[in-house]
């Protein structure tokens, strides 16, 4: 009854009118919706839209990744291990470029083996971001972010741990999600400390399971500790995440103007300034989080105090208070 193309038109279709009550349906690019007699022909021998999903699933394991369960309610103890990924972040507004890392992301996660996607970058180039950016495009709903401290949390019995990670990903094949582990170097010893296996041993044999598909973020520095351990390392494949450039910079800072200050902050030339003292001054931060930063300082300000300020005075202060932070840090 189905061939690829038709089974990929049937989706588009479903997708088109909502006609299923079960699936999450991600659409499928230039493939166009089947014919509606062609349409009938199909759904006369199926009871409804849901049965057609489930043949199609089974059938084609490769489209299985357009197609996935709703998520009505999460079980109790899964919400002890984290939250479902929202794409309700207001600085998602703000996001610009990155179309080739969204794209590639895609094609990773389509993969038959090690679609498992490591995204390396310096804290604030927008491993996080991308994605919440690469579920809002493909408008996935599905992705499932792991919080490491509530895995570890009561489990001090030897076992507990263990247990809970093997319940993790049981409930992560069952209702089809998308796990993101962001820090995802903070795994290494997790386990170890409270006596019983570290959870990248217990990950492994999950890591290439077809049905299970893992997200995880990290920086240079740490991934050459992840990155140490050889089956963990070849379960991934691994996305460098640079610096946006500065036109990409320029594209964001109008964003931001546009949808979180709703005002104008910086004009062109200034903001070019900005991000050149940003980028002498403060080495131990990154675009484009620092200048999103200080966008957010600059309108803070205003806000609060009800009048606008110079902006070099403002820089000035921003990057003051940076490098006491830094400073404290150091000390630490």
């Given at each position: 009854?189905?061939?690829?193309?038709?089974?990929?038109?049937?989706?588009?279709?479903?997708?088109?009118?909502?006609?299923?009550k079960?699936?999450?349906?991600?659409?499928?690019?230039?493939i166009?919706?089947?014919?509606?007699?062609?349409?009938?022909?199909?759904?006369?021998?199926?009871?409804?839209?849901?049965?057609?999903?489930?043949?199609?699933?089974?059938?084609?394991?490769?489209?299985?990744?357009?197609?996935?369960?709703?998520?009505?309610?999460?079980?109790?103890?899964?919400?002890?291990?984290?939250?479902?990924?929202?794409?309700?972040?207001?600085?998602?507004?703000?996001?610009?470029?990155?179309?080739?890392?969204?794209?590639?992301?895609n094609?990773?996660?389509?993969?038959?083996?090690?679609?498992?996607?490591l995204?390396?970058?310096?804290?604030?180039?927008?491993?996080?971001?991308?994605?919440?950016?690469?579920?809002?495009?493909?408008?996935?709903?599905?992705?499932?972010?792991?919080e490491?401290?509530?895995?570890?949390?009561?489990?001090?019995?030897?076992?507990?741990?263990?247990?809970r990670?093997?319940?993790?990903?049981?409930?992560?094949?069952?209702?089809?999600?998308?796990?993101?582990?962001?820090?995802?170097?903070?795994?290494?010893?997790?386990?170890?400390?409270?006596?019983?296996?570290?959870?990248?041993?217990?990950?492994?044999?999950?890591?290439?399971?077809?049905?299970?598909?893992?997200?995880g973020?990290?920086?240079?520095?740490?991934?050459?500790?992840?990155?140490?351990?050889e089956?963990?390392?070849?379960?991934?494949?691994?996305l460098?995440?640079q610096e946006?450039?500065?036109?990409?910079?320029?594209?964001?800072?109008?964003?931001?103007?546009?949808?979180?200050?709703?005002?104008?902050?910086?004009?062109?030339?200034?903001t070019?300034?900005?991000?050149?003292?940003?980028?002498?001054?403060?080495?131990?931060?990154?675009?484009?989080?620092?200048?999103?930063?200080?966008?957010?300082?600059?309108?803070?300000?205003?806000?609060?105090?009800?009048?606008?300020?110079d902006?070099?005075?403002?820089?000035?202060?921003?990057?003051?208070?940076?490098?006491?932070?830094?400073v404290?840090?150091?000390?630490e």
């Amino acid at each position: 009854m189905f061939d690829e193309k038709k089974a990929k038109g049937a989706i588009n279709y479903i997708y088109k009118l909502n006609l299923t009550k079960n699936y999450e349906i991600i659409p499928f690019e230039g493939i166009e919706d089947l014919e509606a007699k062609q349409w009938e022909t199909i759904a006369s021998e199926f009871s409804d839209a849901d049965d057609i999903v489930k043949e199609i699933k089974e059938k084609y394991r490769s489209l299985s990744t357009h197609i996935y369960k709703r998520i009505n309610k999460l079980p109790s103890a899964l919400k002890k291990m984290g939250y479902m990924l929202e794409m309700n972040n207001p600085f998602l507004s703000v996001f610009v470029g990155r179309e080739a890392e969204i794209s590639k992301m895609n094609v990773i996660r389509h993969k038959r083996i090690k679609n498992n996607i490591l995204l390396i970058g310096e804290p604030g180039v927008g491993k996080t971001s991308l994605v919440e950016a690469y579920a809002k495009h493909f408008n996935i709903k599905n992705i499932f972010v792991v919080e490491c401290a509530k895995l570890i949390g009561n489990t001090e019995y030897r076992g507990a741990f263990e247990q809970r990670v093997v319940e993790l990903m049981e409930f992560a094949k069952g209702m089809e999600l998308i796990l993101f582990f962001d820090e995802i170097h903070t795994l290494l010893n997790l386990g170890k400390t409270i006596g019983g296996i570290a959870i990248t041993d217990i990950l492994k044999p999950y890591l290439l399971d077809q049905k299970l598909c893992f997200i995880g973020a990290t920086t240079l520095k740490e991934s050459q500790y992840l990155l140490k351990d050889e089956a963990f390392k070849r379960r991934f494949t691994p996305l460098i995440l640079q610096e946006p450039t500065e036109e990409i910079l320029l594209c964001i800072k109008d964003n931001f103007e546009n949808n979180i200050a709703k005002e104008g902050l910086l004009a062109e030339n200034e903001t070019r300034q900005v991000i050149g003292i940003l980028k002498e001054k403060i080495k131990s931060q990154y675009f484009p989080d620092k200048l999103v930063d200080f966008l957010d300082y600059m309108c803070a300000y205003f806000n609060v105090n009800g009048n606008r300020r110079d902006y070099m005075e403002l820089l000035e202060e921003y990057i003051h208070d940076q490098e006491v932070q830094g400073v404290c840090y150091e000390m630490e």
